[in-house]
């Protein structure tokens, strides 16, 4: 019966692990790093000897990567360096278990994935790597990923290790790139009040009541946690496993095409939460063409539903807009370009750069339209001796 019990466990490891590590980005975003993957290297790390968390995890991963490849969902270099790199990490942690202890575990393994990131993203992206900086944040998924252990290895409480993992995943999601405070606050009352000791209330209460908790801070979290399960759970939706995943599904104002991004750098490092949305705004200093060609600038909105996380602390509240090169003369043409202070109105493709801080952005831009300019001058005049921001 016990073999029967941990076979059972191990499986459901390396299924449930396989899904977690399906949800992988490109480069990590705030308050969650890059997100479930950390809390599948943590609990191995937790229940298993070294040998068999690498083991368990490699299966897990070996699952992962046909999603994670075939949906596009990351860079294949991403998720094959994820794949070859994490292994030997995890093993060399585990080896120090005995040693530094679960906190020591929790944060060695988040300083590990950070050193990881920053080193491959600077040798391969150059700067631009440097986004891979918030990959610390991963340790914030710890407290949740051992309250499951302890219900499950240590209390044997199934009921318990459910809710840890709903609140897991509900922590995920409210700050997967648009933050939900009410899933937020809900997600850690309720890990706080599945873990107490001292209110004497029967342990099946308290999972119940804070999968309840989970559930109200859902169901009232409206927007921000709307766009980020159409972003987080990309890999899962069927649409996504055809062809036709990147196809304009709101023709009319924007073009009916089979590929929003044929002429876009590097897609999979976007994924699709509006194909066609209109935004209005002031654009913020300074409209630049960058690296790949895209024209590039910053809006400042009203509607704030529309700013991640990424958007407010890294790009100081704007809206991400770029218009590829292929559509500069179409886009650009008879506007001249955009200048500080013009008043705009933004058609085109929401996404989520999973590659940049985890921002919203309208990208590509099919239309531009200034309401009101700020000045006489037309770009590129008048953005001559002040400097751009921004990538």
Known sequence: ??????????????????????????????????GLIYAVQYYALLAYTPVLAVI??????????????????????????????????????????????????????????????????????????????????????APFTYSIYRFNRIENNRLGAVASAILLVGYWLSAYAFLSVPLLVATIAGLLLLNTTRLGINRTWLGLGAIILVVLGAVTSGTPLVYNAKSAFYPFNPYNWSDDRWSQ??????????NVFENTHSPPRLRIIDSCMTVEGIVKPVPAIVGDGDFCFDLEVNDTSLLSIGNVILRKNGLHIEVVPADHFKVLGEIGGVCPGDVVRVTGVFVIDTDHGMWSEIHPAYKIEIIKKAENQTWPDCIRGKMYEGG
């Open 1 to 34: 019966m016990v073999l029967l019990r941990a076979s059972i466990g191990t499986v459901a490891f390396i299924l449930l692990g396989a899904l977690a590590i399906s949800t992988m980005v490109n480069a990590p975003g705030i308050l969650v790093g890059y």
């Open 56 to 141: 368990y995890f490699l299966a897990a991963h070996m699952l992962a990567l046909p999603i994670l490849i075939y949906t596009k969902s990351v860079f294949m270099i991403v998720a094959l360096a994820s794949f070859l790199l994490r292994t030997p990490a995890l093993y060399a942690l585990g080896r120090l278990k005995p040693k530094i202890g679960s906190i020591g575990l929790a944060i060695s393994l988040a300083g590990l994935e950070q050193l990881l990131a920053l080193s491959i993203a600077i040798l391969y992206y150059g700067d631009d790597g440097i986004h891979t900086g918030l990959a610390i944040y991963g340790l914030f998924l």
């Open 249 to 258: 599904k709101e023709p009319g104002l924007c073009p009916n095409t089979t």
